[in-house]
């Protein structure tokens, strides 16, 4: 449920990002301009920017962004505009998740080159560029990973900071042997190979005032992964670690040995290779006594479900079997879980997750709704693109009338003899003008080239999202079922599943969302039985 907002409704805020590539970026400056024309156009009251520089789309974790995410939650303002949505995110998961927590807000996204309107078919459109966004992201993250892997084949340093104990020579590119930190490295390895726990460790670095390369004291993680790391025995290594989880989350996976640069003698060694593998052993051994380390569970519909009894979110919790030792995992109201005020009765994470991914295979994507969907948001894209032009044409008119004013009066100066102080005012208020004009054009024209999805662009994405989902591609599926699916609702004796489509719903042609629905029992039992209808 929104939020009480005490903000006036025009009130607005920009958000604006740059990436630390070298990509030909606008600036920070021109996507403020931009978003500050597009407020005055749509007489929107700008109240404040939040602004982050040489951050990535694809991390959500930057400052000014989740400045604005909490402050969202304040009722200090109603829109968040953006010049366009990949610098909102180019992560698909974190958009959805951060729109959906701004929409609870009761804030609106608006994207200044992205003429969304939300309706069902701009929300799916709006989607697929989130898609082409990520894409982009990661082929360009392919594309620079290429020349990181010739520079590891050469053992050269790939940047960010070296491990502890090295520096980097700056004219072979090559790590060399920074002796002081050397000591200390060598210091924890023999502590630890010899039986020294942690905690002993940490207190004698922090006793001699020893810090880690960041400058910072020493932890249980930063010197677990000091010890692991083979490259104090000699061994260069590069892209052998996911750096981030099925969630998005700082989680280093392995991958395959196929994939990774490992080359014995690359650099120098600070400590010996038997050493190194005595260590090894140790944490082996003691990882094994201190037992495995949980698995982080990915709820695909954590946001989307709502009790239909309080209208309160969903939330995922486990509880086990104190007599069996069972694992049982479910989405439960949140309002019963924490303020016992909801008696709805909670539903297995397995059945309805399955209902929802079965749903969108047999109603969303069989062969005749893929045509016909793609027909509709084929349809709605001609009509943006048309109500562009015309927006065009007009913005050009404008724009040759004020060109036409400034000729005048600068005609009027040299006829008249007239001082130029005299119409300053007036040509710096034209000139402006013209600026704000020139800046439209170039933003409608940048519109129509993103709107510019063909029908069979759609099929292929959609045929993309249809095969994941069949694979239970599980980060994928996530990111589908939020590009799809408005909500998820559990009543007392039903699942209703509303989409992003709309159907036709009377005889004038109007359009109500597309819904589904299952007994609550069928679905905790798998049933196959569904009772499709659109929701009026």
Sequence with gaps: MAKKLTAPENTAVIYARYSSSNQRE????????????????????????????????????????????????????????????????????????????????????????????????????????????????????????????????????????????????????????????????????????????????????????????????????????????????????????????????RNPQFKPKDEWVYVEGGMPAIVDKEMFERVQVKIAHNKKIAGCFKTKRIYLLAGLLKCGECGASMWGKSHTDGRHGLLYLNYECCMKTNKQTCRSKGVKKESIENYVLDELQSTLFSENSIKKLASMLSDYSAKTRNKSQMELEGAIHELDEIKT?????????????????????????????????????????????????????????INKSKELVKAHNILECRNIIGNYVESVTVHREKVEIKFKIGVPCNDNGALCPLSVERDLEDVNLNSRKITSHASK
Excluded at 442 to 459: C, L
């Design 26 to 249: 606008e600036s920070i400056e021109a996507q403020v301009r931009a978003c500050q024309d597009y407020a005055q156009r749509g007489g929107l009251k700008v109240i404040g920017v939040y602004a982050d520089s040489a951050k990535t789309g694809t991390n959500a974790e930057r400052e000014q962004f989740q400045k604005m995410i909490d402050d969202s939650s304040k009722g200090q303002f109603r829109y968040v505009i953006i010049h366009k949505l990949d610098r909102f995110s180019r992560d698909r998961y974190d958009s959805v998740t951060f729109k959906r927590k701004l929409k609870i807000n009761g804030v609106t996204l608006r994207s200044v080159l992205e003429n969304l309107d939300g309706s069902p078919e701009s929300l799916i459109l709006e989607s697929m560029l989130e898609g082409m966004a990520a894409y982009y992201s990661q082929n360009l993250s392919r594309e620079c990973l290429k020349g990181q892997l010739e520079n590891g084949y050469k053992c050269v340093h790939n940047g960010g900071i070296p491990p502890l104990g090295y520096d980097v020579d700056m004219e072979t590119r090559k790590c060399v042997v920074n002796e002081k930190e050397a000591e200390i490295v060598r210091y924890i390895f023999s502590q630890y190979a010899d039986g020294v726990g942690y905690n002993r460790i940490i207190a004698h670095l922090n006793d001699m005032g020893w810090l880690s390369k960041r400058g910072k004291i020493f932890g249980k993680n930063s010197l677990h992964d000091l010890l692991k790391n083979p490259k104090y025995m000699g061994i260069y290594t590069f892209n052998m670690r996911l750096e981030k989880d099925v969630t998005g989350s």
């Design 405 to 461: 004013k400034i000729d005048r009066i600068i005609q009027l100066v040299a006829d008249s003899g007239i001082s130029i102080d005299t119409v300053k005012g007036e040509l710096k208020r034209l000139e402006e003008r013209k600026m704000s004009a020139e800046n439209y054009i170039q933003e409608i024209q940048m519109r129509e080239n993103t709107a510019s999805i063909s029908e069979e662009m759609i099929i292929g994405m």
